[in-house]
C-alpha cells in the first residue's frame, strides 16, 4: 500500500499559532492590504461600482475566469494573451495545481531552498524525486549555477525546476541573463520551468523590471497572485500562465478541485489591474521608504547580518551572533514585546540563527516593531554578559 505523506508547512503552521498574537505583525509579506473602500476609490464612479457589485448574479462565471480578466493578467507579460492564463485560488493554489497536473511519481524535481516551502514539498509528496538548490548568503542568495548544471545531470527523469524570483524569504532577484542561463540548462534536459513570480513589480531600483520565466523560454511557467503586489489577498486570486499545452492540463486537473473562482473577487481583481499604474506607485512608495527604514535600523544594529533584497516584501537577517534558536528568539520577542517575526528554522533545520521579516505594513508598524526588536536585542545581551 503507497502512504502518501506531505512534510508540515513550517512558515504557514507558526503564522497559523501565532499571528493573531502579533501587536507589531512584521511578519507579514503582503504590501500593507488595501479596504474595498480604497480600491473603490481608484475608480472615477466608487458609487457606481457598489451598484455593480450588488447587482451581480452569483452564478460560477466563466470557468476557467472571465476572459477581461485574463486579458489584464496576460498584459503583464510581453508575449501572452488570455489563452495563456488560467485563474486559480491564490498564488498557493496556482502553485499546486501546476505541479499537480505536471509531476508524477518518480520525476524529478529540482527547487531553491529557502523558498515557499509548497514547492518543493508538494511534489515530493506526488513521489517526486525533490533535489534542493541552496541559496547561500555569500552567493546573495542566488542560485549557484554550476551547482544547478551538476543536480541536473545527477536528477533522474528531470522535469521540474522550480525558481521564486523574487525569493521570499531573501529578496533575492535573478535578472533577464540570469534566468536565460537557468533557461539553458532547462532546454538540454526538457524540463519545465515553474516561477513563482508573486512578487514580481516591487523592485527596489525603478529603472529594473523582473522579466517574467513564460517571457524567456517556451515551457516557462509563472504563478502570480492578487496578493503581495497588488495588497488583496483577501480575494484570494491567482493565476497560471503558461504554455496552451500547460493550461489545457491545468485545467484539466482544476476540474477536480475548483469549478470557477467569486465573480466578485474577479470584478475587484479587475479594478486593481485596470488601475495598477495608480496602485503600483501606492505600493512602491510604501516598499522603497520603508526598505530605507528597515537598512537604516540594521547598519545601527552591529551584531544583526543580512544580505539586502532587491525586491519583494522580505528581508533575512542573521541573529547567529546571539547564541539563541531562531524559534526562541521569535516566541521571547513576541511575549516580551509582541513584535512578530518568522524564524528560519521554519524554512528549514539550515536557516536556524535566521529570521524572515516583512517590511511592506505601514512605516508606523515597521518602526514601532524594529523598536521592540531593539529593546528585546538589548535584553538578550545582557542576559549574554551576565552568564559571562
Same mark, same amino acid.
Given at each position: 500500500?503507497?502512504?502518501?505523506?506531505?512534510?508540515?508547512?513550517?512558515?504557514?503552521?507558526?503564522?497559523?499559532?501565532?499571528?493573531?498574537?502579533?501587536?507589531?505583525?512584521?511578519?507579514?509579506?503582503?504590501?500593507?492590504?488595501?479596504?474595498?473602500?480604497?480600491?473603490?476609490?481608484?475608480?472615477?464612479?466608487?458609487?457606481?461600482?457598489?451598484?455593480?457589485?450588488?447587482?451581480?448574479?452569483?452564478?460560477?462565471?466563466?470557468?476557467?475566469?472571465?476572459?477581461?480578466?485574463?486579458?489584464?493578467?496576460?498584459?503583464?507579460?510581453?508575449?501572452?494573451?488570455?489563452?495563456?492564463?488560467?485563474?486559480?485560488?491564490?498564488?498557493?493554489?496556482?502553485?499546486?495545481?501546476?505541479?499537480?497536473?505536471?509531476?508524477?511519481?518518480?520525476?524529478?524535481?529540482?527547487? &531553491?531552498?529557502?523558498?515557499?516551502?509548497?514547492?518543493?514539498?508538494?511534489?515530493?509528496?506526488?513521489?517526486?524525486?525533490?533535489?534542493?538548490?541552496?541559496?547561500?548568503?555569500?552567493?546573495?542568495?542566488?542560485?549557484?549555477?554550476?551547482?544547478?548544471? &551538476?543536480?541536473?545531470?545527477?536528477?533522474?527523469?528531470?522535469?521540474?525546476?522550480?525558481?521564486?524570483?523574487?525569493?521570499?524569504?531573501?529578496?533575492?532577484?535573478?535578472?533577464?541573463?540570469?534566468?536565460?542561463?537557468?533557461?539553458?540548462?532547462?532546454?538540454?534536459?526538457?524540463?519545465?520551468?515553474?516561477?513563482?513570480?508573486?512578487?514580481?513589480?516591487?523592485?527596489?531600483?525603478?529603472?529594473?523590471?523582473?522579466?517574467?520565466?513564460?517571457?524567456?523560454?517556451?515551457?516557462?511557467?509563472?504563478?502570480?497572485?492578487?496578493?503581495?503586489?497588488?495588497?488583496?489577498?483577501?480575494?484570494?486570486?491567482?493565476?497560471?500562465?503558461?504554455?496552451?499545452?500547460?493550461?489545457?492540463?491545468?485545467?484539466?486537473?482544476?476540474?477536480?478541485?475548483?469549478?470557477?473562482?467569486?465573480?466578485?473577487?474577479?470584478?475587484?481583481?479587475?479594478?486593481?489591474?485596470?488601475?495598477?499604474?495608480?496602485?503600483?506607485?501606492?505600493?512602491?512608495?510604501?516598499?522603497?521608504?520603508?526598505?530605507?527604514?528597515?537598512?537604516?535600523? &540594521?547598519?545601527?544594529?552591529?551584531? &544583526?547580518?543580512?544580505?539586502?533584497?532587491?525586491?519583494?516584501?522580505?528581508?533575512?537577517?542573521?541573529?547567529?551572533?546571539?547564541?539563541?534558536?531562531?524559534?526562541?528568539?521569535?516566541?521571547?520577542?513576541?511575549?516580551?514585546?509582541?513584535?512578530?517575526?518568522?524564524?528560519?528554522?521554519?524554512?528549514?533545520?539550515?536557516?536556524?540563527?535566521?529570521?524572515?521579516?516583512?517590511?511592506?505594513?505601514?512605516?508606523?508598524?515597521?518602526?514601532?516593531?524594529?523598536?521592540?526588536?531593539?529593546?528585546?536585542?538589548?535584553?538578550?545581551?545582557?542576559?549574554?554578559?551576565?552568564?559571562?
Amino acid at each position: 500500500m503507497i502512504e502518501l505523506y506531505i512534510e508540515p508547512f513550517g512558515v504557514e503552521e507558526w503564522m497559523n499559532r501565532y499571528e493573531t498574537k502579533a501587536k507589531y505583525n512584521i511578519a507579514e509579506t503582503c504590501v500593507e492590504s488595501l479596504k474595498v473602500e480604497e480600491l473603490l476609490n481608484l475608480l472615477q464612479d466608487p458609487a457606481g461600482a457598489m451598484r455593480d457589485i450588488a447587482g451581480i448574479k452569483l452564478t460560477y462565471g466563466e470557468i476557467p475566469g472571465s476572459g477581461e480578466l485574463r486579458r489584464a493578467i496576460a498584459s503583464l507579460y510581453n508575449s501572452m494573451d488570455e489563452d495563456n492564463v488560467l485563474i486559480t485560488q491564490g498564488g498557493i493554489g496556482a502553485n499546486f495545481l501546476t505541479q499537480f497536473s505536471l509531476v508524477n511519481p518518480g520525476d524529478g524535481v529540482v527547487s &531553491v531552498y529557502p523558498t515557499y516551502q509548497q514547492l518543493y514539498s508538494v511534489p515530493k509528496s506526488f513521489g517526486a524525486s525533490v533535489y534542493l538548490l541552496p541559496l547561500r548568503p555569500e552567493n546573495n542568495f542566488l542560485p549557484d549555477l554550476n551547482e544547478l548544471e &551538476v543536480v541536473a545531470k545527477t536528477a533522474k527523469n528531470l522535469k521540474m525546476i522550480c525558481l521564486n524570483n523574487p525569493n521570499n524569504p531573501t529578496g533575492a532577484l535573478m535578472d533577464g541573463d540570469f534566468l536565460k542561463r537557468i533557461v539553458d540548462i532547462a532546454k538540454r534536459y526538457d524540463a519545465y520551468i515553474l516561477c513563482d513570480e508573486v512578487y514580481r513589480g516591487l523592485e527596489h531600483e525603478a529603472s529594473f523590471k523582473t522579466p517574467s520565466i513564460v517571457d524567456l523560454y517556451e515551457k516557462g511557467i509563472s504563478t502570480g497572485s492578487m496578493s503581495k503586489v497588488f495588497s488583496l489577498a483577501g480575494l484570494r486570486l491567482g493565476w497560471i500562465v503558461g504554455s496552451p499545452e500547460v493550461i489545457k492540463q491545468c485545467f484539466s486537473h482544476r476540474d477536480y478541485m475548483t469549478i470557477s473562482c467569486g465573480l466578485v473577487d474577479e470584478y475587484l481583481a479587475l479594478i486593481a489591474l485596470k488601475n495598477r499604474d495608480r496602485l503600483l506607485e501606492r505600493n512602491l512608495k510604501i516598499v522603497r521608504k520603508n526598505f530605507k527604514i528597515l537598512s537604516s535600523w &540594521v547598519a545601527d544594529e552591529k551584531k &544583526v547580518g543580512w544580505i539586502p533584497p532587491k525586491a519583494g516584501t522580505t528581508a533575512f537577517l542573521n541573529f547567529s551572533d546571539y547564541g539563541i534558536s531562531s524559534s526562541d528568539f521569535c516566541e521571547g520577542l513576541l511575549a516580551e514585546t509582541g513584535a512578530f517575526l518568522v524564524p528560519g528554522s521554519a524554512f528549514g533545520p539550515e536557516f536556524n540563527g535566521w529570521a524572515r521579516i516583512g517590511y511592506a505594513c505601514s512605516s508606523e508598524v515597521l518602526q514601532e516593531g524594529l523598536k521592540c526588536l531593539s529593546i528585546f536585542l538589548r535584553k538578550v545581551e545582557g542576559e549574554m554578559n551576565n552568564a559571562k
